[in-house]
């Protein structure tokens, strides 16, 4: 903890902190299991910085913020130490009506800049996904990766929704996150098509129409270099480090949801085969981790 200026606190401080979308479906859940007091520690640091900044930190070091990659990805952190230790948090410094607190802020309140914290509200609680080439009169950012933003944002309300239940917060908050973490659908695209395959993650507009790109791109066999798949403002294609074969596999929280979406048992199963098999399976990057 520092002693004095806009940092000061007696919160654990963890200031090296490796940008949330990287942990939050790897690292943080072995924690949560493994290591429970410096888990708590950690989740604590992320409450503490809305305490001081308004917002769950998502990537700093050197008392700078990053760039939010994905979505504010700290919600599914809180949501895991809610879920496992709501019974022992007290015993472990961590106070869960300001967890819950912090947790809604993140997911309901517009950031006025989502690159940095926070989430890009306004859109995705009008349409239930960022739309694509959207003027968003609230937030700032840069209009990129609307698809994996958007499930991404699906995951978290499951994430909150599950918290509201283990602290026994009114049920309306239940039901509200729980369906909005349906809206992952949302981006689903009937008429997109690869290698045999249907219905695969796209951006979309307003309007209601999809924006289609092929589904390859920015899997381990593209080979175009222009291309841009990662935080550049280039990234036209909607999706941040992966391809939509990829991402046309995440939705954590509602896997036979999924499976229907996809087609079926029997489909979805050869899908899968086939995505290994073709090498769109990127071993060494966090989306593939989850595949």
């Not at 990287?22 to 493994?34: A, K, V, Y």
């Not at 504010?72 to 952190?77: A, E, I, K, L, T």
């Not at 926070?118 to 609230?138: E, T």
């Not at 659908?185 to 796209?202: A, E, I």
Request: proline residues 6%.
């Amino acid at each position: 903890a520092t002693e004095d200026g806009p940092f000061a606190t007696t919160s654990p401080y963890f200031d090296g902190m490796y940008c949330t979308w990287d942990t939050f479906r790897t690292l943080f859940p072995f924690l949560s299991l493994s290591s429970p007091k410096e888990f708590a520690e950690i989740v604590e640091t992320y409450i503490d910085g809305w305490r001081k900044e308004g917002w769950l930190p998502e990537c700093r070091a050197n008392q700078v913020k990053g760039f939010v990659q994905g979505a504010n990805n700290g919600v599914p952190v809180l949501a895991d130490f809610a879920v496992k230790y709501a019974k022992a948090a007290k015993s472990l410094n961590v106070n869960t009506d300001e967890l819950y607190e912090a947790m809604q802020h993140d997911l309901d309140v517009p950031s006025p800049q989502w690159e940095y914290e926070g989430r890009q509200a306004a859109p995705y609680q009008q349409y239930g996904y960022i739309p694509f080439g959207y003027l968003d009169p609230v937030s700032v950012g840069e209009q990129t990766r609307e698809a994996s933003r958007s499930l991404e944002y699906a995951f978290g309300d499951f994430t909150a929704a599950m918290t509201a239940h283990a602290l026994g917060k009114p049920t309306e908050d239940v039901q509200r996150y729980a369906k909005a973490s349906l809206n992952y659908s949302l981006n689903f695209d009937p008429h997109s098509t690869s290698d045999g395959y249907k219905t695969f993650v796209q951006r979309r507009f307003a309007n209601g129409t999809f924006n289609r790109v092929d589904p390859t791109f920015c899997s381990p066999i593209d080979n175009n270099s222009n291309h841009a798949c990662s935080m550049q403002a280039e990234n036209d294609f909607g999706i941040y480090e992966s391809s939509s074969w990829e991402y046309s596999f995440y939705a954590p929280q509602d896997r036979a949801g999924l499976v229907e979406l996809l087609g079926g048992k029997s489909t979805f199963e050869k899908r899968l085969d086939h995505f290994f098999s073709k090498g769109y399976f990127g071993p060494g990057n966090e989306p593939s981790f989850d595949t």
